[in-house]
C-alpha cells in the first residue's frame, strides 16, 4: 500500500513487467523532474504515456538549474528505450517578453535563451512558451516585441542541431518554439487565436514555430468547445488562423470556471466544465493525428496522474486505432 500523501509515481508504483497499453495517438502527462530531469522519462513510462512534458528548471525562480551531460544521455537513451516522444518542455512562468521594465525584459530575454540551451541540450522536439503580459502599451506593441524578444533570445544558437543529437539521436528534428494560447486575461497576450497566428506570421521566416493550443485556455477565454457544433466552429476558427498543421501540442485540461470566464483553472478530465465528450472528438479528429496531447491536470491524490492519462487514452475510440493500422500497412511494390 502506498503511503498516505505520496504522489511519486516511482514511489507508488513498481516497474511494470510488462510494456503499458497504448493508443494511436501521442498521450502524455507534465511529468515530475524531482530527483533529475531524466528521471522524468521513466514516470511518464511507468503512467503509460508515448509523450511527456517537463519544467527543464523551477518554474517560479529565476535561477537557472544546470543540467549535467550525463542527465541529458541518460533522457536520451530512456527515450530512446521507451520510445517516448516528443519530449515538451515548458518555459518558466516568470518570463514575460511582452513588457515590463527594460530591466526585467532584458531578463527575460536571458532566461528564456537558458530555456532554449537546456531544451536543445535535452534534445527536445518543442519548448512551449506563454507570450506574456502587454500591461503597459498596446495588445498590438506587446506581440512586436514578444517576437523580437524570441529573435534575440535564439541569436547565434542553431535550433536544427541539438547540442547531443549526434550521434545518440540521428535525425533529430530541430527544436520548435511553441506559442501557448492563454486564458485572456485582461493584459495577456494569446487570448485569441489571431494572436497566436500573428506570432507565428511574425516568426515563421526566423526560427521552427509551432502553437500549443489549451484547452482549458480556449473554453475559458470565451471559444465554445463543449456542444458538438461550437466545437466544430472553434476548429475550423483555429484552422483558419494558425492552421491544424501548425498546432504540435494540445494541452488536455479540463477547466473548473465557466465558458468565458478566463480564469485559469485546471480540473481532472471529464470532472469539470468542459466534460468527457469534447476530448474524445480531439483525440479521434484525423486533422489532429500529427499532434501530442499532454494533460496538466492537478495531482490532489496518490494516482491521480495515472488516473488522467488512462482518462484520455480510453477515450480514443476502436475506430481511430483501425484507421491508423491501415495507415502503416505497407503496399506490395508492383512490378
Not at 536571458?110 to 512558451?129: D, G, I, K, P, T
Not at 493584459?187 to 485569441?192: A, P, V
Not at 466544465?273 to 494533460?295: E, Q
Amino acid at each position: 500500500m502506498y503511503a498516505k500523501f505520496e504522489k511519486d509515481i516511482l514511489k507508488v508504483l513498481p516497474p511494470p513487467e510488462r510494456p503499458p497499453r497504448l493508443t494511436a495517438r501521442r498521450i502524455g502527462i507534465h511529468t515530475s523532474t524531482a530527483g533529475g530531469a531524466e528521471l522524468a522519462a521513466e514516470r511518464a513510462y511507468r503512467l503509460g504515456c508515448k509523450t511527456f512534458q517537463i519544467f527543464s528548471t523551477s518554474p517560479r525562480q529565476w535561477k537557472p538549474y544546470e543540467l549535467a551531460r550525463r542527465q541529458c544521455e541518460e533522457m536520451t537513451r530512456l527515450r530512446k528505450r521507451y520510445n517516448l516522444r516528443p519530449l515538451v518542455i515548458h518555459a518558466n512562468y516568470l518570463v514575460n517578453l511582452a513588457g515590463g521594465s527594460p530591466e526585467f525584459h532584458a531578463k527575460s530575454i536571458a532566461a528564456f535563451r537558458s530555456e532554449v540551451e537546456r531544451a536543445m541540450a535535452l534534445c527536445a522536439e518543442f519548448l512551449v512558451v506563454h507570450p506574456g503580459s502587454f500591461r503597459g502599451s498596446s495588445r498590438e506593441e506587446g506581440l512586436q516585441r514578444v517576437a523580437l524578444a524570441i529573435e534575440q533570445a535564439v541569436d547565434g544558437l542553431d535550433l536544427k542541431y541539438p547540442t547531443q543529437a549526434k550521434p545518440a539521436w540521428v535525425g533529430h528534428p530541430p527544436l520548435r518554439i511553441l506559442i501557448e494560447n492563454t486564458a485572456g486575461s485582461e493584459f495577456s497576450l494569446g487570448g485569441s487565436f489571431e494572436q497566436v497566428a500573428e506570432l507565428l506570421y511574425l516568426l515563421r521566416g526566423f526560427i521552427p514555430v509551432g502553437a500549443c493550443i489549451d484547452t482549458c485556455h480556449t473554453y475559458v477565454a470565451g471559444y465554445d468547445i463543449v456542444s458538438e457544433e461550437g466545437f466544430a466552429d472553434t476548429l475550423d476558427q483555429l484552422d483558419r488562423t494558425v492552421g491544424l498543421k501548425n498546432v504540435y501540442v494540445w494541452h488536455c485540461n479540463d477547466a473548473k470556471a465557466a465558458r468565458g470566464s478566463k480564469l485559469d483553472r485546471h480540473q481532472h478530465i471529464g470532472k469539470g466544465s468542459i466534460g468527457r465528450k469534447p476530448f474524445r472528438r480531439l483525440l479521434n479528429d484525423p486533422r489532429l493525428a500529427h499532434s501530442a496531447f499532454i494533460a496538466e491536470t492537478p495531482i490532489d491524490e496518490p494516482l491521480d496522474d495515472l488516473k488522467n492519462v488512462n482518462a484520455l487514452k480510453a477515450l480514443v475510440g476502436r475506430a481511430t486505432i483501425a484507421r491508423e493500422e491501415r495507415g502503416r500497412i505497407t503496399r506490395p511494390r508492383t512490378r
